[in-house]
Every structure is written in structure tokens, then in C-alpha cells.
């Protein structure tokens, strides 16, 4: 079995661009765009775990044989500005924020309702392109081939 998930790097600080759209939801509530008893009510459980516990949990469950795991760092975009050295933090961010509203924004219309939908993916570029502009975060990509025993 092949699986490729994200993951964590348990020697550098967990960042994700999901914590830009909690902030986002956060200021909405403050301005009085959002209800705070749906965000409160809303549950968006991320984890991402570190090569060392996606061993553990193979070797506890005692189905597979882990043949082969590799942590590979990337950046949030997948450096396809940063590699040529044209990084455009505003086309970065445009990338993420896409990526971001494919993955959560059934989940989000469900709770808030279609109306600031629109709203919370363009505040959640801006954020992200400023943040981008100071530095260029990594993800871990867990990959892992494991067999039957």
C-alpha cells in the first residue's frame, strides 16, 4: 500500500495556512459578520502527525509491515515561484487561498451560509499574501509504503 498525507516535522514549528482562515473567522465574528455560537459550534479537526507516530500506529495496529517512510519538506505553494527566484507573494497567496476554499468551503457554507463565503476567501488572501511577503512557510508530506503481513 502507497499513502501520501500531510504530516509534521516534529523539529520545526507546525504551521498551516488553515490557522489564516481560523484568524480570518475570528476577525468576521469580531465585526459582527459571523454568529460567535456557530463558530464556536464548528469543529475543523486538522492534525498532522510525525513520522515517528504514523510508525507507532503502523506498529500498534500490527496489520502492515512499513517498508519505507520519507518526510519531504515543501513550501506552502509548492515552490513553483520560490525555485525559479520570482517569488510573487500576491500569486502564492491566490494559490493557497484556491487550494484552501476547494478543501472547506462546502463545510463553511454548511455553517455560515453562502453569503460571506466570498468574503472569507479574500480576506484569507490578503492574510496569507502578507504573511508570505515576511516568509515562505513549509509543509511536511508524509509518503509511505507499507505491506500486508
Known amino acids: 500500500m502507497f499513502l501520501m498525507f500531510l504530516g509534521r516535522d516534529p523539529n520545526s514549528e507546525s504551521v498551516s495556512p488553515y490557522e489564516a482562515f481560523g484568524l480570518v473567522l475570528n476577525d468576521m465574528v469580531s465585526e459582527g459578520l459571523i454568529e460567535e455560537a456557530k463558530l464556536d459550534a464548528m469543529n475543523m479537526p486538522r492534525y498532522a502527525a510525525t513520522p515517528d507516530e504514523v510508525i507507532d500506529m503502523i506498529e500498534s495496529e500490527g496489520s502492515f509491515t512499513l517498508q519505507k517512510l520519507e518526510a519531504i519538506n515543501n513550501f506552502w505553494d509548492g515552490g513553483f515561484n520560490k525555485d525559479n527566484g520570482n517569488h510573487d507573494p500576491s500569486m502564492s497567496a491566490d494559490f493557497i487561498a484556491k487550494h ?15 453569503g460571506v463565503i466570498d468574503e472569507i476567501f479574500v480576506r484569507c488572501r490578503k492574510m496569507l499574501a502578507m504573511k508570505l511577503e515576511q516568509e515562505m512557510p513549509e509543509f511536511t508530506m508524509l509518503i509511505l509504503f507499507m505491506t500486508k503481513k
Open 100 to 114: 484552501g476554499r476547494a478543501t472547506t468551503e462546502p463545510m463553511l457554507k454548511a455553517e455560515f451560509g453562502e
